[in-house]
């Protein structure tokens, strides 16, 4: 009998990246982590259960990564105890769709660069997909990247930011 049960939805298109190849990204899931998931494939909606808390929200947080465009093998590095899921709405940056796609074009630069580097210089990883900016690494190496990533939302130019992030890693790399 499970004590603790998590209700969770991720779009539709993602289901099937969850459930893997013959259920095996699923299968694992429920190996990794002693929990049961239940996958509803037509809503999207997904009910996680078991009697281990800790189990339970580390299910919950790798469905949320793979749900916000993460590779299943990504987001499972979320079962690391210093390893956090960041993400960043793009619509509480702007107004309009044409906003919102510029802003999502900023992010990821041109063929992909601005990405490459900010996961590069901070050591993360990141999925833009939809309205948001998934962030996965370390917590520290997390938040030096949401902030890289918020500076470029808010309209700082990429190279402040990447002499910024190379500042920041400097840093990380003294401590």
């Avoid at 899921?85 to 906003?99: F, P, R």
């Avoid at 210089?121 to 990533?149: C, D, W």
């Avoid at 700082?156 to 790399?173: A, C, D, G």
């Amino acid at each position: 009998m499970s004590d603790f049960v998590y209700e969770l939805k991720i779009p539709h298109e993602r289901i099937a990246v969850l459930i893997g190849t013959d259920g095996n990204v699923k299968k694992e899931l429920e190996q990794l982590t002693k929990t049961a998931i239940k996958i509803d494939s037509k809503e999207g909606d997904i009910l996680i259960s078991g009697s281990d808390a800790i189990g339970l929200y580390n299910t919950r947080e790798i469905i949320q990564a793979i749900g916000r465009g993460f590779n299943p093998e990504v987001a499972k590095l979320l079962l690391k105890s210093d390893y956090c899921l960041e993400v960043l709405n793009i619509s509480d940056y702007c107004k309009t769709i044409n906003d919102m796609n510029r802003l999502r074009g900023r992010v990821i630069g041109s063929a992909g660069k601005s990405r490459r580097l900010i996961e590069e210089l901070g050591q993360v990883s990141m999925s833009v997909y939809g309205k948001t900016v998934g962030i996965i690494g370390e917590a520290t190496k997390v938040m030096v990247a949401r902030r890289a990533v918020d500076s470029l939302l808010r309209g700082s130019p990429h190279s402040k930011v990447y002499q910024w992030l190379e500042m920041q890693r400097k840093k990380l790399r003294e401590v």
